[in-house]
């Protein structure tokens, strides 16, 4: 039956589709070795090897199936790393403003108060959490107002300040009626006051600064006026005031006056503000006064008020007695006379001094009125960790007397795209009015590219507190001018070029910083964080987790980031995020794919302590 099957002529389909089926895997079984032999690295192993049995003569070719191409794995650099939750008791760490560190530290002249950061072996190595239920903050202009309670959780201020209107605690939310020490009928009305003194409407005056800013309500009712200030005051003078003013969407860092300059270049402010901020102006030669007169712009105004001003009224209420209010007065005058201030007005409780717009006539009045020194050979803008002066700092040189020194700004919000002077001028090394301008465009493109990236950031509203970490120009903050937001610019002070300044010229703020230590400000600071290049900047400075550990605490639960730095950089940077629970991912360049430099993007999880019925059941389990 077999051999007549064979011979049949009927044709057979079954046997020429086995033999089809076997011709066909023979045929791609040679291609796929052959295409795999041609395409083989010659550093690498032959896929086809016959060395094993080379003494062999009729060996068979054994396959080799071992990988030809080797790719570092993203997750190396995670592997050992681990950053549990820090301890509840944690959840308003400041590592370098740390209460118990600082009183290792003299507290003669508040030094104990300054920065003092902990040495790499006692860095915690643990994610700080947010308190027991923490709410993402009410949005910008509501929060202005408001806050929520377990955000915040201090009451102390609604005691202590009850009668000052500073702030009150109503239900689930604390409120804040803006009222202050000096303006029991509001902010707002106290800043009409100074207005009907100055002019705070023809956009001269732009960027502010608030020295012991209690809850930040000067700054917060500034900003419908178009002028930012900057707040600060040290940690725990009273519990929490900084981070309630951050808690309401208002500029503010932790800060002191007591031995190092203040974090900011010279000639940065348009205005200066203390309202019974207790800073003795007149003692320690001026000290204080005179470090106010670095950060203060030519033409800029300082406004005092509190004590001694007014005094003639007030004595009694103050529980002083006349003659040492007129006494810190006088010395007061004395130290602005020294710095060649004009005093403009003294006016019920207000007083305003005038910084000269340069210094030729105090140069040429100093040994008749005994003006202080001018300093010598130290650069004006250095301030990290830099010793404050009682020597005057000099303005740049002018012809005239007419002339700004340093270079007359524009009007705000011209200010913002006009060149700023130190670049017009030549004063930053390298930068040219041309790139100033190409550099705007750059980052107009980059943001709008971004707000595809994170909806977050496209939501108008969603976000008011950010942050970059290495803003060169201003180019990120200015192109989110027309967003209800307000960026705090950081320019490390590792940068090739000290361009802080030419921001504050643009009318925008920011602060020094060295992003191997903390940043003096509390958790849960900001909304968004953007940085260029920072950790390619600090590669085999200080270690990436560490940076990243930081930025974890600073950034506010459901808050984002987006990094842009070289794709091997940002792999590495992932794989530390992925430890720390954000959920990130890498995308390309605004230019398209074929770009080195990448963005990544990462949004931090919501989670916070554990309640405290929680934390309790744990103790009794224990």
């Known amino acids: 039956m077999a051999i007549q099957n064979c011979f049949s002529k009927k044709p057979n389909h079954q046997l020429t589709r086995l033999y089809l089926l076997s011709f066909t895997t023979f045929l791609c079984t040679i291609t796929y070795l052959l295409g795999l032999w041609h395409h083989a690295p010659p550093s690498l192993p032959s896929l086809v090897s016959t060395t094993a049995h080379s003494n062999c003569p009729n060996s068979i070719p054994t396959l080799n199936f071992s990988a030809t191409h080797f790719s570092p794995d993203p997750q190396a650099p995670a592997r050992d790393f681990y950053a549990p939750p820090c301890d509840p008791s944690l959840s308003e760490y400041t590592p370098c403003e740390d209460v118990q560190r600082s009183l290792k530290f003299p507290r003669e002249n508040l030094i104990y108060r300054e920065r003092h950061c902990p040495p790499a072996e006692e860095l915690l190595r643990c994610r700080v959490p947010a308190p027991f239920g923490y709410r993402v903050p009410l949005r910008w202009p509501e929060s202005r107002d408001a806050a929520w309670f377990a955000n915040v959780p201090h009451k102390e201020l609604t005691v202590e300040k009850k009668n ?70 040290p940690r725990d003078t009273h519990e929490a005031q900084v981070q309630f003013a951050l808690e309401r969407g208002v500029p503010g860092l932790i800060g002191v006056l007591a031995s190092i300059r203040l974090p900011y270049p010279s000639r940065s402010f348009d205005m200066a503000h203390c309202s019974r901020c207790l ?76 910084k000269p717009t340069n210094h030729i006539h105090c140069k040429i009045t100093r040994k008749v009125y005994k003006n202080r020194p001018f300093c010598e050979a130290k650069d004006p803008d250095t301030a990290w960790y830099t010793k404050m002066d009682t020597c005057l700092t000099p303005l740049p040189e002018v012809n005239d007397i007419r002339e700004v020194s340093g270079g007359e700004l524009s009007n705000w919000p011209e200010r913002l795209t006009s060149v700023p002077p130190r670049i017009s001028s030549g ?126 605490r600073i950034l506010r639960p459901q808050g984002s980031v987006i990094l842009r730095d070289d794709v091997d950089v940002l792999l590495k940077v992932k794989s530390f995020t992925d430890a720390m629970q954000w959920d990130s991912r890498i995308a390309d360049h605004e230019k398209g794919p074929h770009q080195r430099e990448k963005i990544l993007v990462a949004v931090k999880q919501y989670w916070t302590a554990p309640s405290p019925d929680q934390k309790l059941t744990q103790k009794a389990l224990n």
Request: net charge negative; glycine share 10%.
């Open 164 to 233: 000052q209107n500073w702030v009150r605690f109503e239900g689930d939310q604390f409120r804040f009626p803006g009222g202050g020490t000096m303006f029991p009928r509001g902010a707002g009305a106290y800043i009409d006051d100074i207005g009907k003194l100055i002019n705070l409407e023809d956009g001269s005056i732009r960027t502010a600064l608030d020295t012991g800013c209690g809850v930040a309500s000067w700054g917060a009712y500034l900003l419908s006026r178009d002028i930012i200030a900057v707040s600060f005051a």
């Open 427 to 552: 004063s930053l090394k390298g930068i040219t009015a041309e790139m100033f301008k190409e550099n705007n465009e750059l980052w107009k493109k980059r943001v709008a590219y971004y707000k595809t990236l994170d909806y977050q950031l496209a939501e108008r509203g969603r976000y008011r507190n950010l942050l970059d970490m290495n803003a060169y120009l201003g180019g990120f903050a200015a192109a989110l001018i027309d967003d209800p937001v307000w960026v705090m610019n950081t320019v490390p002070v590792e940068a090739e070029v000290n361009t802080l300044g030419a921001i504050y010229e643009r009318g925008l703020i920011g602060t020094y910083m060295n992003w191997c230590e903390a940043m003096s400000t509390y958790p849960r600071t900001y909304d968004f964080m953007h940085g260029d290049s920072v950790f390619s900047l600090y590669q085999n400075r200080c270690k990436m987790e560490d940076i990243l550990l930081e930025m974890d």
């Open 279 to 354: 800073i003795p102006w007149g003692q320690n030669e001026g000290i204080y006064l005179n470090e106010v007169d670095r950060v203060l712009r030519p033409g800029g105004y300082w406004i005092l008020s509190g004590p001694p001003i007014n005094w003639e009224n007030h004595w009694k209420g103050w529980e002083r007695t006349r003659e040492n209010l007129k006494e810190e007065q006088d010395g007061i005058e004395k130290v602005a006379k020294s710095l060649c201030w004009k005093k403009l007005v003294q006016k019920g409780d207000l007083a305003i001094w005038q």
